[in-house]
C-alpha cells in the first residue's frame, strides 16, 4: 500500500522557518511530480509549490522567494523549506504526489497533513 508520510509542522513565530518533509513508501514503478498544498480554515486548498522529477519547480506567488521545494528520487522525498514566515501562512500543508505503479498506471495521492501555525 502506498502512503505519504509527513513531518516538520509545529508552532512558529513570525519571520521564523519550518522544514516539511514528506516520504513515499509501498511498492510502486515510480513518482512523478510531488508537491505542497495547503488549506487555511474556511478556504480551499491551494498549491504552495511543485517539483517534477526533473526538477523543475513551480510556486505560488504568495511564497516565491520564501519558500523552497526540493526531492530526492532515491529517497522517494520531497521537502519543503519555509523561511519569513507570515501568520497567513497558517494551515494545514498536505504533501502530494503522482505515483506510477508497476502497471504503468498513475494516480495522485495525498498526505495526512501537517499543521503549520505561525503566530504574530
Known amino acids: 500500500q502506498v502512503q505519504l508520510v509527513e513531518s516538520g509542522g509545529g508552532l512558529v513565530q513570525a519571520g521564523g522557518s519550518l522544514r516539511l518533509t514528506c516520504a513515499a513508501s509501498g511498492s510502486f514503478f515510480g513518482i512523478n511530480t510531488m508537491g505542497w498544498y495547503r488549506q487555511a480554515p474556511g478556504k480551499q486548498r491551494e498549491l504552495v509549490a511543485d517539483?517534477?522529477?526533473?526538477?523543475?519547480?513551480n510556486y505560488a506567488d504568495s511564497v516565491k522567494g520564501r519558500f523552497a521545494i526540493s526531492r530526492d528520487n532515491a529517497k522517494n522525498t520531497v521537502w519543503l523549506q519555509m523561511n519569513s514566515l507570515k501568520p497567513g501562512d497558517t494551515a494545514v500543508y498536505y504533501c502530494n504526489a503522482i505515483i506510477v505503479n508497476r502497471g504503468g498506471r498513475g494516480a495522485t495521492y495525498w498526505g495526512q497533513g501537517t499543521q503549520v501555525t505561525v503566530s504574530s
Open positions: 517539483i517534477t522529477t526533473s526538477d523543475y519547480t
